[in-house]
């Protein structure tokens, strides 16, 4: 991919952050980080959507799976309430709106806990309850380092800068969608479960995802000493996001191989 006639391979995206207009040009960026590291290129989704029955739906591997990507995900949807540089009435409005989207639903629901009825639903045995998950302490004990990595790096980097939030939601819809995919291959209905059809339906992550490039483009128009932290935090995130998948796997390939699942954390 080229951007502003520098082809993205040749350079890493954090040099891109010295050069004149890359303001203009950090949708493209960011968009370049999504390609490099694009969460369905993953084996991870592929390995679960292939194994057998009986394996995809032991209730702990369930479990197991709810437990480290409900752990990334929460990690995220908590730390977006600390974005930095959104101060004035008009961002503050427009953060309350992501806020709301994700914890604000009808009936008291919020995005967490349609997640955790979706992996009910299929009968996964929870690890931890939905109030757990809110000590990155307590998940110290339960998830491998890959995933904790991420949990902290996402509770620290994004009160620092916007470029993890960037990151996280353009590449959200692309996991969503595997996920969803994966595991419809041996439940059908779980596609149907609010968590992901209402989030399809109404573009929910593409939204986010434009939103967050927006506004961080606005920012860094005021603020442009701000974007090379903002493009090096973006490129953190990716690839700690990486990790989640790369454990999500070998818990997969352990479930395989026959391991029994209070062995898949490590």
């Avoid at 980080?33 to 995809?56: G, I, K, N, T, Y």
């Avoid at 480290?68 to 929460?74: D, G, I, L, R």
């Avoid at 503050?92 to 806020?99: A, G, S």
């Avoid at 302490?137 to 902290?152: Q, W």
Wanted: charged share 25%; proline share 5%; with cysteine.
């Amino acid at each position: 991919m080229f951007v502003g006639g520098v082809h993205l391979e040749d350079r890493d995206p954090i040099e891109l952050g010295f050069g004149s207009g890359t303001i203009d040009e950090f949708p493209s960026v960011i968009k370049a980080l999504l390609e490099e590291h694009r969460p369905s290129r993953m084996p991870f989704f592929r390995h679960l959507a292939d194994l057998p029955f009986a394996v995809a739906s032991d209730p702990s591997l369930l479990g197991q799976i709810h437990l480290h990507y409900q752990s990334a995900m929460h990690a995220t949807r908590a730390a977006v309430y600390y974005l930095p540089h959104l101060d004035s009435p008009s961002l503050r409005k427009r953060k309350l709106q992501i806020l709301i989207d994700d914890d604000g639903l009808p009936g008291g629901d919020t995005h967490h806990y349609q997640l955790s009825r979706a992996f009910r639903n299929i009968g996964a045995v929870a690890v931890l309850g939905d109030e757990e998950f809110g000590d990155p302490g307590k998940l110290s004990s339960h998830v491998n380092a890959e995933t904790l990595r991420f949990v902290r790096l996402a509770r620290k980097l994004y009160a620092r800068s916007l470029g993890p939030w960037c990151v996280v939601e353009i590449m959200s819809v692309d996991w969503m969608q595997a996920l969803a995919d994966a595991l419809s291959v041996h439940f059908p209905q779980f596609i149907n479960e609010p968590y992901f059809e209402e989030c399809f339906s109404q573009q929910v992550e593409e939204r986010h995802a434009a939103e967050s490039l927006a506004v961080t483009q606005m920012v860094l128009r005021a603020r442009p000493g701000l974007l090379s932290e903002t493009l090096r935090d973006a490129k953190t995130m990716a690839a700690a996001l990486d990790g989640v998948w790369i454990h999500l796997d070998r818990i997969i390939r352990n479930a395989r191989r026959g391991k029994s699942a209070d062995r898949f954390v490590q």
